[in-house]
């Protein structure tokens, strides 16, 4: 049985229905008498036109097919590319199928697929259109091009559109965003930093940045700061204009405040009047970074201290004699200090007659002291080393002295309080002493290399100071001398006494032993050495060593120059007198054998 609906079934039907007219068509032509060639040629006509009628159907079920076929592959293609540019792979294909889906169903499944697709690359190209505009945007303040000048964007339609591109993009928009940060903190410093200097000079800050772009002192907020290049550039140029300035402006109101501090000091101007310029008093001791106080450096505020200055120059000439006084009194006491002698054509007693008599302007005179007050300050900082060895050498024959004086104490030994606190003072002493030599020595090399080097005598209060410590040096071996031929005689005298008493035998004496305990304050067989005798007056002379202070007193003592004066000289020989007839054993005790500190 055929089914309905089949094409076999829909081939009988119509097969049936044909034969049927075929056989009225017939039966027709039978009652109209037609010939048989005649119904040949009209059954050949209706055949040709059925064939006709099939052609044309099947031409264009064929072409209905082609155009689907067509529009599924535009598709197709359409999708493919569109995955390419999203970089999509893994999405099925129906075209891949062979007779598995008719074209309609093939077409019916592609087409949502499509669309899909194409809201996806919309997306994608408005993210690539994002972020490009923000690329090209931050690019443009980086580099001071304006929005307008960069033009619309739009994207071709092959470029890529992959997340691998778009992350690229991501990532570069990323660093155009840090470098835009940096910029702008640099700008933003280099903005505070103008502001600072702006205001320690006192200049209007809104102009000087504005000479380099607008943006950077804006009073919208619609216009961005410009971060640019020429920006940075002409900032950092900006700021080393104003340190210039301020250079320049510092050095001159340090210049103008040292002459003010000069002449309030020669005036002797009161503190009240001077706290009018307390603020800028610290200009002097202060470096040109640590000054940051506002208007601090402005024009107005050196013109104030010019025309204080100028005042005051005009009020120290009218008190010239007086300032010519007390210069030449500073001039003095320098020269004191550094032990230089002053220079006497500027002598107090001269300077008055000179000013009294009209001869000299007191200003040109009033120069004169302040060049050699110059010149002293210059000399004596080239002669501090020097006189510092001078100041070390006279603690040290200061020292000796103590030391001689502290010998020859008879309660020396003594467990008084402050007795240990004196035989670590002895110790230290000694050790002092012992480097005077050398110390002597090394301050005649130092003192001769000065002289080479300037070409001039190294003077100690008008004496030469290598002829003071020759003098010295030679006085001081004179007296090591005599010790030694002290201790000689002494070692002579021991032996004799000690052949006297060995064959005559020693006999107690009490007068010696009341010697022993009066010089020495000890019970025991202790003795002091004799001091010896001087007859000539070379002797006598030779006990006193001349110090730079000594030539100091005897050559000032003369004119009355200094009114103090002191005379170093060490002290007598390291003996204590012991009456002649008492002729016992002694010791030397300069050495202190058997003193604490040496058991």
Same mark, same amino acid.
């Given at each position: 049985?055929?089914?309905?609906?089949?094409?076999?079934?829909?081939?009988?039907?119509?097969?049936?229905?044909?034969?049927?007219? %075929?056989?009225?068509?017939?039966?027709?032509?039978?009652?109209?008498?037609?010939?048989?060639?005649?119904?040949?040629?009209?059954?050949?006509?209706?055949?040709?036109?059925?064939?006709?009628?099939?052609?044309?159907?099947?031409?264009?079920?064929?072409?209905?097919?082609?155009?689907?076929?067509?529009?599924?592959?535009?598709?197709?293609?359409?999708?493919?590319?569109?995955?390419?540019?999203?970089?999509?792979?893994?999405?099925?294909?129906?075209?891949?199928?062979?007779?598995?889906?008719?074209?309609?169903?093939?077409?019916?499944?592609?087409?949502?697929?499509?669309?899909?697709?194409?809201?996806?690359?919309?997306?994608?190209?408005?993210?690539?259109?994002?972020?490009?505009?923000?690329?090209?945007?931050?690019?443009?303040?980086?580099?001071?091009?304006?929005?307008?000048?960069?033009?619309?964007?739009?994207?071709?339609?092959?470029?890529?559109?992959?997340?691998?591109? %778009?992350?690229?993009?991501?990532?570069?928009?990323?660093?155009?965003?840090?470098?835009?940060?940096?910029?702008?903190?640099?700008?933003?410093?280099?903005?505070?930093?103008?502001?600072?200097?702006?205001?320690?000079?006192?200049?209007?800050?809104?102009?000087?940045?504005?000479?380099?772009?607008?943006?950077?002192?804006?009073?919208?907020?619609?216009?961005?700061?410009?971060?640019?290049?020429?920006?940075?550039?002409?900032?950092?140029?900006?700021?080393?204009?104003?340190?210039?300035?301020?250079? %320049?402006?510092?050095?001159?109101?340090?210049?103008?405040?040292?002459?003010?501090?000069?002449?309030?000091?020669?005036?002797?101007?009161?503190?009240?009047?001077?706290?009018?310029?307390?603020?800028?008093?610290?200009?002097?001791?202060?470096?040109?970074?640590?000054?940051?106080?506002?208007?601090?450096?402005?024009?107005?505020?050196?013109?104030?201290? =010019?025309?204080?200055?100028?005042?005051?120059?005009?009020?120290?000439?009218?008190?010239?004699?007086?300032?010519?006084?007390?210069?030449?009194?500073?001039?003095?006491?320098?020269?004191?200090?550094?032990?230089?002698?002053?220079?006497?054509?500027?002598?107090?007693?001269?300077?008055?007659?000179?000013?009294?008599?009209?001869?000299?302007?007191?200003?040109?005179?009033?120069?004169?002291?302040?060049?050699?007050?110059?010149?002293?300050?210059?000399?004596?900082?080239?002669?501090?080393?020097?006189?510092?060895?001078?100041?070390?050498?006279?603690?040290?024959?200061?020292?000796?002295?103590?030391?001689?004086?502290?010998?020859?104490?008879?309660?020396?030994? =003594?467990?008084?309080?402050?007795?240990?606190?004196?035989?670590?003072?002895?110790?230290?002493?000694?050790?002092?002493?012992?480097?005077?030599?050398?110390?002597?020595?090394?301050?005649?090399?130092?003192?001769?290399?000065?002289?080479?080097?300037?070409?001039?005598?190294?003077?100690?209060?008008?004496?030469?100071?290598?002829?003071?410590?020759?003098?010295?040096?030679?006085?001081?071996?004179?007296?090591?001398?005599?010790?030694?031929?002290?201790?000689?005689?002494?070692?002579?005298?021991?032996?004799?006494?000690?052949?006297?008493?060995?064959?005559?035998?020693?006999?107690?004496?009490?007068?010696?032993?009341?010697?022993?305990?009066?010089?020495?304050?000890?019970?025991?067989?202790?003795?002091?050495?004799?001091?010896?005798?001087?007859?000539?007056?070379?002797?006598?002379?030779?006990?006193?060593?001349?110090?730079?202070?000594?030539?100091?007193?005897?050559?000032?003592?003369?004119?009355?120059?200094?009114?103090?004066?002191?005379?170093?000289?060490?002290?007598?020989?390291?003996?204590?007198?012991?009456?002649?007839?008492?002729?016992?054993?002694?010791?030397?005790?300069?050495?202190?054998?058997?003193?604490?500190?040496?058991?």
């Amino acid at each position: 049985m055929l089914e309905i609906g089949s094409p076999t079934s829909l081939c009988f039907r119509t097969n049936t229905t044909c034969n049927a007219l %075929l056989r009225e068509l017939q039966k027709i032509w039978v009652d109209i008498g037609e010939s048989d060639a005649e119904k040949d040629r009209m059954l050949m006509e209706l055949e040709k036109e059925c064939l006709e009628i099939y052609r044309r159907k099947v031409d264009e079920a064929a072409n209905s097919k082609a155009q689907l076929h067509q529009s599924l592959v535009s598709i197709e293609a359409e999708i493919a590319s569109i995955m390419a540019a999203l970089g999509v792979l893994n999405i099925h294909s129906p075209m891949k199928e062979k007779g598995s889906k008719s074209l309609k169903e093939k077409l019916a499944y592609v087409t949502p697929l499509l669309e899909d697709l194409r809201l996806q690359k919309d997306e994608r190209v408005k993210q690539f259109v994002d972020i490009k505009a923000q690329i090209e945007k931050m690019s443009g303040e980086i580099s001071g091009y304006s929005a307008t000048m960069l033009g619309s964007l739009t994207l071709e339609d092959h470029q890529e559109l992959t997340l691998r591109k %778009l992350n690229e993009y991501q990532t570069h928009l990323r660093s155009l965003q840090k470098e835009k940060a940096d910029r702008l903190n640099k700008v933003l410093d280099y903005v505070n930093e103008v502001h600072a200097l702006c205001g320690v000079l006192g200049v209007d800050f809104c102009q000087t940045v504005s000479e380099v772009h607008p943006s950077l002192h804006r009073t919208n907020h619609e216009q961005s700061t410009n971060i640019s290049d020429d920006t940075l550039d002409g900032l950092q140029h900006m700021i080393e204009k104003l340190k210039t300035e301020r250079r %320049l402006r510092f050095q001159k109101l340090k210049d103008v405040v040292g002459s003010l501090f000069e002449l309030w000091n020669l005036m002797d101007t009161p503190q009240e009047e001077r706290m009018r310029f307390a603020r800028v008093s610290c200009v002097v001791r202060s470096s040109e970074s640590d000054v940051n106080e506002p208007n601090i450096l402005s024009t107005e505020t050196i013109e104030q201290v =010019s025309a204080e200055v100028e005042r005051f120059n005009k009020l120290k000439s009218s008190r010239m004699k007086e300032l010519v006084m007390k210069r030449r009194s500073e001039l003095e006491s320098l020269c004191r200090l550094a032990h230089i002698e002053p220079d006497t054509s500027t002598s107090l007693e001269k300077s008055t007659a000179l000013i009294d008599s009209g001869l000299v302007d007191p200003s040109e005179l009033l120069a004169n002291i302040e060049a050699q007050i110059n010149k002293t300050k210059d000399e004596a900082q080239s002669r501090k080393e020097i006189i510092d060895r001078i100041d070390r050498w006279l603690s040290a024959c200061e020292e000796e002295n103590w030391l001689e004086e502290y010998n020859q104490d008879e309660n020396r030994y =003594s467990a008084g309080r402050g007795g240990h606190v004196n035989l670590k003072h002895a110790e230290r002493a000694r050790v002092t002493v012992n480097k005077i030599p050398s110390m002597v020595d090394n301050l005649i090399k130092k003192t001769l290399l000065w002289e080479d080097q300037t070409h001039k005598s190294f003077l100690y209060d008008g004496v030469r100071l290598v002829s003071i410590l020759e003098d010295y040096k030679l006085t001081r071996k004179q007296q090591e001398e005599e010790k030694k031929r002290y201790r000689d005689q002494k070692k002579m005298h021991d032996l004799l006494l000690n052949r006297r008493e060995s064959i005559y035998g020693s006999k107690p004496s009490p007068r010696r032993s009341n010697s022993i305990k009066k010089v020495n304050g000890y019970s025991g067989n202790v003795s002091m050495p004799p001091t010896p005798r001087r007859n000539s007056a070379g002797a006598a002379n030779s006990d006193v060593m001349m110090t730079p202070r000594s030539y100091s007193g005897h050559h000032h003592g003369q004119n009355g120059y200094f009114k103090e004066v002191r005379k170093l000289s060490t002290a007598p020989l390291n003996f204590v007198a012991i009456p002649k007839e008492d002729s016992v054993s002694t010791t030397y005790t300069y050495s202190e054998p058997d003193s604490p500190l040496h058991n």
